[in-house]
């Protein structure tokens, strides 16, 4: 058996995989967020790791499971943002989630005075107000208490790992992902740190290792703190968008894997980035020889989670919240919603809006516009991408949306493509097993474990007849966000 451990946006989990994929057991926490300030989004780093031990103790006690049967674990978890470990071996400030927003001037200084350019010709990457590069070079002109106190540079699950094996690295997946990597050679760069003036982190970026690595194994110490044996191999993992697409078997070029959760993940894979400036990021794959082609933003399904609360306290569930909006049907409404709340795809200071709204309106036509908003950010995305892929066969959705048959009907007629659906809903769990697996020689590489462990439980079609009533909508949301693009700073 093998566990994967997926901290995200807003859950820690952990799962219990035996080799086929199948879900034995799972425990999870929500996690807290902290705003201490506006565009600040954080988590307490000490609360976090304490978090992980719990739900890896519940797997133990409450499943009966042997802990010498788990021959493995692994760690996926969100992207970007930053947690840093300091010189007197403690956290050197709460961890900062891929949803700040704090730094958004250095991209945009760096855009005018053509450092992006530069970056880009080693990187393959635009630089984002959340990565690691911004966040450090803000740390550093304002928190030179932290930025001095710098051991090691994490991600959010390279920080779990090295609290549950005292190794510390970075994972490939996920470090690609930073700007601090050349995507050229794969290797980190001095002269790449030098275009953000942060060559003096150099001695802070941790060795380097693929998702599938063994990097240590459980201490005696968290052994005590999570139930697991000492000595279990952890490997790797990866970042969780990687996660999720091998547990939707993107082992070739075929389908583009979407994940609706906190953040709008559109990507497929390829042997050649694509070095256009088309798409947003390049990245590393977990599979050897492969890149991940990726367009992102923090603006799909935690914008229904955050409108449900905020505006419909008495709407107690997300099948409740879609239930309204079945009710409605696809051209009743041409209300817009811009799922902006934690952040826009295209402009860092843009704001969550909705527009057309008269009397006429209910909560039920609300509630539509939504869901039909998350998926219209998604295809601004997935047109990026298809300018650069001569077919796609099929879209596979995972995430918060993947859970709802009206939303992934949705996401059918809006595309415009067939929607699969994987059978486990732990897909970021899932991958990090898989990753664990491969590390403890069940299987000999990913396309093996794909085939063992991944499983597609339905397909929907697309409906021809709401087509030309989305594409009209989808042409107002455009119009609508492109005119709002220069009032924001105002906001």
Not at 165 to 183: M, P, R
Not at 445 to 453: I, L, N, R, S, W
Request: charged share 20%.
């Amino acid at each position: 058996m093998y566990i994967g451990l997926d901290n995200g946006g807003t859950l820690c989990k952990a799962v219990l995989f035996d080799k086929y994929g199948k879900e034995l057991h799972s425990a999870s926490e929500e996690l807290v967020m902290l705003t201490p300030a506006n565009g600040h989004t954080e988590r307490d780093m000490e609360a976090l790791w304490q978090a992980n031990c719990r739900i890896l103790k519940r797997i133990i006690t409450e499943s009966g499971v042997d802990p010498q049967s788990i021959k493995g674990i692994a760690c996926a978890g969100h992207g970007k943002g930053l947690y840093l470990w300091g010189k007197n071996e403690q956290p050197a400030m709460n961890g900062i989630v891929s949803t700040d927003s704090r730094a958004w001037q250095y991209p945009e200084k760096w855009a005018i005075d053509g450092t992006a350019d530069k970056v880009f010709d080693k990187t393959f990457q635009s630089i984002l107000a959340c990565q690691p590069v911004s966040l450090l070079c803000w740390l550093r002109d304002n928190r030179p208490d932290v930025y001095g106190n710098i051991k090691w540079i994490f991600e959010v699950k390279d920080y779990i790992r090295f609290r549950l094996t005292g190794e510390a690295y970075a994972e490939l997946t996920d470090i690609s992902g930073s700007n601090l990597l050349n995507l050229q050679t794969r290797q980190y760069d001095r002269a790449l740190l030098k275009l953000y003036g942060l060559d003096d982190i150099w001695g802070s970026l941790p060795p380097l290792k693929r998702s599938f690595d063994p990097c240590g194994k459980i201490t005696t110490e968290a052994s005590e703190l999570t139930g697991l044996e000492p000595g279990t191999v952890v490997a790797g993992g990866m970042f969780d968008i990687d996660a999720c697409a091998i547990a939707m078997d993107i082992t070739s070029d075929e389908h583009i894997a979407v994940i609706a959760g906190t953040w709008s993940i559109n990507e497929y894979i390829s042997k050649k980035p694509v070095l256009n400036k088309s798409v947003m990021m390049n990245s590393i794959y977990c599979m050897d020889d492969y890149y991940l082609v990726e367009e992102c933003s923090p603006t799909s399904a935690g914008n229904q989670k955050w409108f449900m609360e905020m505006f419909m306290p008495d709407i107690q569930s997300h099948s409740a919240f879609v239930a309204l909006a079945e009710s409605v049907k696809p051209g009743e409404q041409n209300l817009i919603f811009l799922p902006y709340i934690f952040g826009s795809n295209y402009n860092p200071q843009a704001k969550a809006t909705v527009l057309g709204m008269d009397s006429s309106h209910t909560r039920n036509h609300l509630a539509r516009a939504v869901l039909e908003g998350v998926c219209f950010c998604h295809k601004v995305h997935i047109e990026k991408l298809l300018l650069n892929r001569e077919k796609t066969q099929a879209i596979r959705l995972a995430g918060g949306a993947a859970k709802s048959r009206l939303w992934v009907q949705l996401f059918a007629d809006i595309l415009e493509l067939p929607i699969e659906i994987i059978e486990t809903e732990e897909l970021g769990a899932l991958g990090a097993a898989m990753a664990a697996a491969v590390a403890a020689g069940a299987y000999a590489d990913f396309p093996e474990a794909a085939q063992a462990m991944v499983k597609i439980k339905q397909r929907i079609e697309p409906n021809p007849d709401t087509f030309e009533v989305y594409r009209k909508k989808y042409d107002l949301y455009k119009c609508v966000s492109g005119a709002l693009d220069g009032i924001w700073k105002g906001f």
